[in-house]
């Protein structure tokens, strides 16, 4: 993602998604708004990215489908319309060579926004493997899921797993492998998700590995893996992966997540990767933040994954790591 002085300024396409039908507790229509008015859009520029702010996108025009619903997914009509509309626009905004930055929204918006990442790296020949930073793991689907809430679904629905065959509709589904599945950040996971996962052998890097190995030792064997598929990735970041002392501002909290310096190191060990080409960020519910705190903090964290620096000391991204 880094660029040199001689090189065109990288663009960004930033697209809002104002959904909260897909979690238990409403208020995640507002996050893009509150990303933006915490100085997203400002921040970028700063940095000297071209940003086109292509505001929020609209269900109001899309047609109801004639599919059955699940027996336990709630709101699927809706999220089905969502889904649809963000499937599209993120394969355009794919097409277009900028980098698209989702702004959430629940993130059921990842159901729509990540499949049309995976569609566009299809046909350009390359791997698309998903950092997913979460204190959820998101693995359910309506056979296993407790609360039947969409946005527990979303990583399942885009490893292929059944149950929401129909939600895209017309738009062309491209699921990734559970191989390109990474879980970062988990501390939470229903019973059923669990065999799930163990089932499909998904990676996971959860608080007591970070504990005991440190995010950049997991971080760079994240990286190294995509590096050496000649992949490219795309970052799901949902707030509540930080701790709630740190992200006061969402509706799941769960104790005992990142720090404000271990998010912010892995956001400069993506930007220094070069790797990201797509980010989602999620699960932003400013009727629970503290005076835009939450909002602040994620927005300094997408600096950080966009090139902004404390410093300008060269930082170790380099760096041999021993085997553990």
Sequence with gaps: MASSDTAPPQRIAVLGAPIDLGASVRGTLMGPAALRTAGLITVLETLGLDVTDYGDVNISDMRELGDAPPAKAKHYRQIQRWSQVLARRSHELAQTGAIPVFLGGDHSLSMGSVNGIARHCREQGRELFV????????????????????????AAFLCGEPGLDGLLGDERRASITPE???????????????????????????????????????????????????????????????????????????????????????????????????????????????????ARVAVELIASLFGQQITDRPTPSNAIVPDQ
């Design 131 to 154: 950092l997913w930073l979460d204190a959820h793991a998101d693995y359910n689907t309506p056979e296993t899921t407790i609360t039947a809430n969409m946005h527990g679904m979303s």
């Design 180 to 294: 390109q599945l990474e879980l970062f950040g988990i501390r939470s996971i229903d019973k059923a998700e669990k065999e799930l996962l163990r089932l499909r052998r998904i990676s996971i890097a959860d608080m007591r590995a970070i504990d005991e190995f440190g995010v950049g030792v997991l971080m760079r064997r994240v990286l190294d893996k995509v590096r050496a598929r000649d992949g490219v990735l795309h970052v799901s970041f949902d707030v509540d992966f930080l701790d709630p002392d740190v992200a006061p501002g969402v509706g799941t909290t769960v104790p005992g997540g990142a720090t404000y310096r271990e998010a912010h190191l892995i956001m400069e060990l993506l930007h220094d990767s070069g790797l990201v080409r797509s980010v989602d960020i999620v699960e932003l519910n400013p009727f629970l933040d503290e005076r835009g705190r939450t």
